[in-house]
């Protein structure tokens, strides 16, 4: 782990042009706000949560409750995002219920089932605290835990992981989550023991520099960790799961395995793919030459050796053309790499903090 830096939860003035999307526009659907809604703070608030929502039902309420109960005691200004992935049953509606009664909370609807990936992405991109913590709606995660969290925080780590120690699921969920997380901790060079644990903190600004796809939102800390920010990771409480279904299968690992090779390539070569490419193409060319070269020593050295009936030789061919096509897909996806950072203004570098600029 790195060194403790600066404190994160310091107070900080924030950009008007951030207020995200009112309570009335994307997910607010149910007419005005009522009379009796809390004021919403006008300055940004210091801690976003975001929440994402798919059928639950049975839990939102009392999450809330506990939620917004934890959140009072930290006396910081706060935010809460709830992001329903397409729910089929009335998760919306009584969070729109809770909307109503509280400005802090926002809300947003998908117009379908997108994924906890796409939903953690909405939220965070309409988050405007200082800090963002994503946690599940299915009250496994303990809300309790959030100013811990915070408090770790402070000791200087950009990114701070739930680590679910004592984990209340079935051997059939934690054996392939125990493989995984060490896989995933050699590949990235990221040692947590639990990547599949929603409940983090992230500092926003390391966040503006990850873009999530796909299954990515358990790779997070790998990202940031890419970007230069300081990961580190807490145990924190986990409980049973006592209304609701689970939505996790045994199908996810073989996404999460896919998805590992997508972030060890973006880590490793992201921002010079001929490297990569171009490497492969070199190697197979080199062994295509090596294969050239046996054939006519053999030739040379034995006259009835014909090189035409030599199997090696056609291989050496299949291997010279598959280093052709390697380099020039690592010519293409330069290209591509250019095109991506150059039309959008993004760098290949995430500054920290200037002085005199």
Not at 180 to 191: C, D, E, F, K, Y
Not at 298 to 325: C, H, K, T
Request: glycine content about 8%.
């Amino acid at each position: 782990m790195n060194p403790p830096a600066a404190s994160t939860i310091a107070p900080a003035a924030h950009s008007a042009a951030t207020a995200i999307t009112s309570n009335a526009g994307i997910a607010h659907t149910s007419g005005a706000l009522a009379n009796d809604v809390e004021a919403a703070p006008e300055s940004a608030p210091e801690i976003s949560v975001v929440v994402p929502v798919f059928n639950e039902e049975e839990n939102v309420e009392r999450l809330h409750e506990k939620l917004d109960g934890a959140l009072r005691e930290l006396r910081l200004a706060y935010e809460i995002i709830y992001v329903d992935d397409g729910s089929r049953d009335r998760s919306f509606a009584l969070l729109d219920a809770i909307a109503q009664r509280d400005a802090r909370v926002k809300l947003i609807r998908f117009r379908r089932n997108f994924g906890q990936t796409a939903a953690m992405a909405a939220g965070m991109q309409h988050a405007r605290g200082r800090v963002i913590i994503p946690l599940d709606a299915d009250l496994q995660n303990d809300p309790a835990d959030i100013p811990r969290l915070l408090a770790k925080m402070d000791e200087g780590f950009d990114v701070v992981s739930g680590w679910r120690k004592n984990r209340q699921d079935d051997s059939l969920r934690r054996i392939p989550s125990r493989i995984a997380n060490t896989l995933i901790s050699r590949v990235t060079g990221v040692p947590l023991h639990d990547y599949g644990c929603s409940l983090k903190a992230y500092r926003a600004d390391i966040m503006k520099d990850v873009a999530l796809y796909g299954e990515m939102h358990r790779f997070i800390p790998a990202y940031a960790h890419m970007v230069g920010a300081r990961v580190t990771e807490i145990p924190v409480a986990h409980h049973p799961r006592t209304a609701g279904q689970s939505k996790y299968g045994i199908g996810r690992v073989f996404r999460v395995l896919l998805d590992l090779l997508v972030v060890k390539f973006l880590g490793g070569y992201g921002s010079k793919p001929i490297y990569f490419f171009g490497g492969a193409g070199l190697a197979m060319g080199g062994l295509g030459a090596l294969l050239w070269i046996y054939c006519i020593m053999s030739r040379l050295l034995d006259a009835s050796e014909r090189i035409n009936r030599n199997p090696l030789f056609y291989i050496g061919i299949l291997l010279f053309v598959m280093a052709m096509q390697a380099i020039m897909l690592g010519l293409l996806a330069e290209v591509s790499i250019r095109t991506y950072h150059e039309s959008q203004g993004k760098t290949t570098y995430s500054i920290a903090e200037t002085r005199n600029l």
